[in-house]
């Protein structure tokens, strides 16, 4: 999923009155300390913040990180995750019976109902995938289906054998599918409710409160770009086990007003923190960094015009001259400083290959990203030259480029990326091309990536399962998520993304896992050959969470799960 990163240096602002309730319990801690922050008195209701305005509510049409957050405490599917962060039954009521060739699941589900007291039976599942790969409903994950066989109709061929029973047909044996069925797109969505509302919309039905979901909360008040309050749900599966009645989130990525907030008791909850306060909270017990598996990257959109005058190759070198020079030790030590792992490829560190490995092995390396300085200008400045640019050095050891190169770089508006944007900005000074830094609101960034509307842009992904694939499908040409459209348009200086669409189609069919991960690592030196996507480092994730909140927990795909918390 696409992730929404906000734990960098922001100015000052005004914090938002979201939700002062209740009097202080505790004092707020020094600097350094891990004494714990002002608490409120409001023990019906957790305070969260985890980003700005969503783009969307639907669970088809989201594809963020902070979105899929509010999915899956609002829905929940077939599977979902525990503390443990395992995968466990929620409406199925176990795992999936799989054929001896790995072709068909059959999954018992538990009797449950919707929000509106309704049943929620094995058709609604039916409905609700078909849905999402409906061309009219446009979903950005509609790829994740392809794994899914097809009928002589075009439908999915997944089937309700009665209420209760749900049949799923693969094209080929899947080593992650059962975590699919815990991912966002693959919830159920109520169908009269999304009818009645979409029309030419489809995300119409989800964009005021009460509409129909079932999972541990609904939506009951939407301020937009000031807050929403979700209220418990009485007629989900696990009620019983839901003991906070309220969740209130605070719709804001200003940084300073959200630690504001949180300093101050009005906040419980907080997914992240200025970059100035780091070195000081390492040390407080409410400051929590946690793994992820995921990738901060930038990336070029391969048909812009920057590349217009350039032969295919010449447009992989130039890009591959500015991944040289950039310092992502730097970055890493003076903007993130939560010990993130300098990136040598696109697919992280821990992923699973799908054939009971480790994907990334030590010769999983397309460059040294520890490399700095000198070296990687003087290579930056050859390939330059070798993609049709004059360098002429000057006294002070920086180059002047002709023709002259300037690049709009687009971020999200927030500090949070342009301090990357910044150090980035630095190091192509250096050899004298300049770096423009244009930022926008989070749902006009989505779109305009989505539609090709940059040269090059900051980037994330965090994985939606444990599986490389997940990492490489994002650039097929046919995924909505294929922000450098790879494949699309007819741009001479692009690549030719046949051989890479292939790649994915012989990973979803292929029966032998070692030679499909062999497909996945041909895929990736593709990927990479291009420089159109340039790694910078491995995510981890950071929060703060109130001494006195417990039960909240997080998975390493970046999901958190509100639903068991409890406040004493």
Not at 298 to 325: G, H, P, T, W
Request: with cysteine; aromatic share 10%.
């Amino acid at each position: 999923m696409k992730k929404k990163l906000v734990s960098m240096l922001l100015v000052s602002a005004m914090v938002l009155g979201l939700c002062a309730c209740g009097s202080s319990s505790e004092t707020a801690g020094k600097k350094g300390s891990s004494v714990a922050t002002k608490t409120n008195g409001d023990k019906d209701t957790l305070y969260v913040n985890l980003a700005s305005e969503p783009a969307y509510l639907d669970p088809a049409l989201n594809s963020s990180v902070d979105g899929g957050c509010l999915a899956v405490n609002s829905f929940v599917g077939l599977y979902t995750y525990n503390e443990e962060k395992k995968l466990v039954p929620a409406i199925a009521t176990d795992m999936p019976e799989v054929s001896a060739d790995g072709l068909t699941y059959k999954i018992k589900l538990n009797k449950t109902k919707w929000s509106n007291g309704e049943d929620l039976t094995a058709k609604d599942f039916v409905y609700s995938w078909n849905r999402v790969v409906a061309p009219e409903t446009a979903a950005d994950y509609a790829y994740l289906f392809d794994t899914i066989a097809r009928k002589a109709d075009g439908s999915l061929d997944v089937t309700a054998d009665d209420d209760y029973t749900l049949t799923i047909k693969l094209v080929s044996p899947c080593p992650y599918f059962n975590d699919l069925l815990a991912f966002p797109t693959f919830l159920p969505v109520y169908q009269k409710g999304v009818e009645a509302a979409s029309g030419t919309e489809p995300g119409k039905w989800a964009q005021t409160p009460d509409f129909v979901c079932n999972g541990a909360y609904t939506l009951k008040e939407w301020k937009h770009n000031e807050s929403m309050k979700y209220v418990k749900n009485d007629n989900y599966y696990d009620a019983d086990k839901v003991k906070i009645k309220n969740l209130n989130f605070m719709l804001s990525a200003d940084e300073t007003a959200i630690y504001a907030a949180y300093n101050s008791g009005d906040v419980d909850f907080i997914d992240s923190v200025p970059t100035d306060e780091i070195q000081a909270l390492k040390g407080n017990k409410e400051f929590n960094i946690v793994d992820q598996l995921g990738t901060y990257y930038i990336a070029f959109n391969v048909n812009s015009d920057l590349f217009k005058n350039m032969s295919v190759k010449q447009a992989n070198k130039f890009r591959e001259a500015i991944s040289l020079l950039i310092d992502r030790n730097y970055i890493v030590k003076t903007v993130g400083q939560t010990d993130q792992k300098v990136a040598d490829s696109f697919v992280p560190e821990g992923m699973s290959d799908g054939n009971g490995k480790k994907y990334k092995t030590k010769d999983v390396s397309y460059y040294d990203a520890e490399e700095t300085g000198a070296k990687q200008t003087d290579k930056a400045v050859k390939l330059l030259k070798e993609a049709g640019f004059k360098l002429k050095k000057k006294d002070d050891g920086t180059y002047k480029i002709s023709p002259a190169v300037s690049i709009p770089y687009l971020v999200n508006d927030n500090q949070a990326h342009k301090a990357i944007a910044q150090c980035i900005q630095q190091d192509l000074a250096g050899v004298g091309i300049e770096l423009t830094i244009q930022s926008e609101d989070w749902n006009v960034f989505l779109q305009d990536r989505k539609d090709g509307k940059f040269t090059l842009a900051r980037e994330g992904w965090i994985a939606d399962y444990d599986d490389p694939i997940n990492m490489l499908e994002l650039f097929s040409s046919k995924s909505g998520n294929n922000d450098p459209q790879f494949g699309k348009g007819e741009s001479k200086s692009a690549p030719d993304w046949t051989e890479y669409d292939s790649l994915m189609d012989e990973a979803h069919k292929t029966t032998d896992m070692a030679e499909r991960a062999k497909v996945l690592h041909k895929a990736e030196d593709m990927l990479m050959e291009t420089n159109a996507v340039i790694p910078i480092y491995f995510y981890n994730d950071v929060y703060m969470q109130k001494s006195n909140v417990k039960g909240v927990y997080t998975t390493v795909y970046g999901m958190k799960y509100f639903m068991y918390a409890t406040k004493n």
